[in-house]
Each structure stands twice: as C-alpha cells, then as structure tokens.
C-alpha cells in the first residue's frame, strides 16, 4: 500500500503538518487541501513536500 500523505495535528502549538509525495499531488489540489485543513482547524498548515512525519 502506497502511502502519498501523512498529517500530524499538533494542538498544543496550533500547526499542521502535511507530508506529502511532491510528484503524486498538483499545487492546485494542495492548496485546496491546505485551506480545508486551515478551516477545519483554525491552524497554521505548514506543507513538507518529500516529508515523512513522526512523532517524537
């Protein structure tokens, strides 16, 4: 199973992070994707191309 997109929410600081595979996403759905996340959540959403997330 191919994984393309970690998140890690950080309550305590108020940020995103978004990990993501830079080749299996265009700017135009990333940007979407940020702003959902900016609106769900009322959190900075710092985006990490190539990134793994972990905890820790």
Avoid at 3 to 22: A, N, P, Q, R, T
Avoid at 32 to 38: C, H, L, T, W
């Amino acid at each position: 199973m191919q994984e393309y997109m970690k998140v890690f929410i950080d309550e305590s600081k108020g940020i995103v992070l978004l990990g993501y595979d830079s080749i299996a996403y265009e700017d135009e759905v990333l940007e979407d994707i940020r702003e959902k996340f900016k609106k769900a959540y009322g959190y900075e959403v710092l985006m990490l191309p190539n990134a793994t997330v972990s905890i820790v």
